[in-house]
């Protein structure tokens, strides 16, 4: 049963945030209660094996839903093959302020500047720990937006080290438009010094401990050509072992005359949805298969998400979808398989 379409307009009469925290809220309750387990559809799994993990199935929740690790168990009762949550920081911080998050639902498209909202990696840690959830977890790591960029790699190595024990995979977010030069991190020697530390701090990590966690790298859209095959020699000189692709979109383009285009903040839905399917198509092109796809981006149907696989990508991750079309996106897609 589909509650979402009767749900819908209520939740859209909301504040966006506010919106965001009831529904999350109102998924916690139905998980709880098990109303969740009555009205979702129980799922086929479609295995898919990359990075030397076993996913239920191809379709998982983005980073940004569940930005301190809350609601882990309710969303897990969607039917994900994997979920991400974050983006982390070191410390507490509160982002940016209100209002920092906008609908555009004209065009299905979602604008936030949430500027890595979120309670620190201790509070996310102690959420993971108390979650009975046991399948493919992705933990989204980025810097305070207080700290130079210049020290930026100390943030990322501390969420690396203490994320590294509860982590299915670490991914990180040198993507976001939201916190001031983070972007930066993604072009020249600045990426490359930044990779190189953290592989380092990997491989160190997986003796220590005896684990070997993944390290994922998330992109932006916004990239050119020269840039995207800059990006992809470092992923497989470093053998970095996973890169998302992609983060939001700065580019207005593509809502042009929207009241809101003029909105600060990264676009995420459907209008960057081809942009990002070309990143995608790019890194394929470049990595050749030896470095596995995670796409992101303009997700709202079945045929974008199969768009995706055939561009290159082996999973995709979903999130302003979800706000427009709800959990049973996650079923059509699958449905789609």
């Known amino acids: 049963m589909n509650l979402y379409p009767l749900l819908r307009p209520l939740l859209f009469a909301l504040d966006p945030e506010t919106a965001h925290e009831v529904t999350l809220k109102l998924l916690q309750t139905a998980h709880r209660t098990g109303l969740a387990q009555l009205t979702t559809p129980r ?33 897990a009762a969607l039917g994900f093959g994997f979920i991400e949550i974050g983006t982390v920081t070191p410390r507490p911080q509160p982002g940016n302020p ?10 299905q ?60 995979y670490i991914t990180i977010n040198i993507s976001s ?21 953290l592989k380092e701090e990997q491989l160190r990590l997986h003796q220590e401990q005896g684990r ?17 095959r800059h990006i992809a020699q470092l992923l497989k000189s470093y053998a970095i072992d996973g890169v998302i692709a992609t983060n939001t979109t700065i580019v207005r383009a593509n809502i042009a005359g929207h009241a809101l285009a003029k909105e ?18 790019g890194l394929a092109a470049e ?14 149907s079945a045929e974008d998400a199969q768009e995706k696989l055939a561009a290159g990508a082996s999973l995709v991750q979903v999130y302003s979808g979800l706000i427009y079309r709800g959990p049973q996106l996650v079923a059509d897609v699958l449905a789609g398989l």
């Open 287 to 300: 990595l050749n298969g030896t470095v596995p796809i995670i796409a992101a981006g303009g997700i709202i």
């Open 212 to 228: 070997y966690v993944p390290l994922v790298v998330k992109i932006a859209p916004d990239l050119s050509d020269e840039e995207i």
């Open 43 to 75: 799922l086929a799994d479609h295995p898919v094996e990359i990075m030397g993990l076993t996913f239920k199935n191809p379709v998982g929740l983005a980073a940004g839903l569940d930005k301190n690790g809350d609601y882990i168990d309710a969303l």
């Open 109 to 168: 498209a979602i604008i936030n500047r949430m500027g890595f909202n979120n309670l620190g990696i201790d509070h996310l840690l102690q959420q993971v720990s108390n979650s009975a959830y046991h399948g493919i977890l992705g933990i989204n790591i980025g810097k305070n937006f207080d700290t130079p960029i210049a020290d930026a790699a100390d943030d990322y190595l501390i969420g690396l080290r203490k994320a590294y024990p509860l982590a299915s």
């Open 177 to 197: 438009p939201n916190t001031q030069n983070l972007r930066q991190l993604q072009q020249g020697d600045e990426i490359k010094n930044l990779i190189a530390r």
């Open 264 to 281: 600060t903040g990264g676009l995420s839905g459907a209008p960057v949805k081809e942009q990002a399917t070309y990143v995608v198509r």
């Open 98 to 107: 209100k209002p920092r998050l906008f609908r555009l639902p004209e065009h």
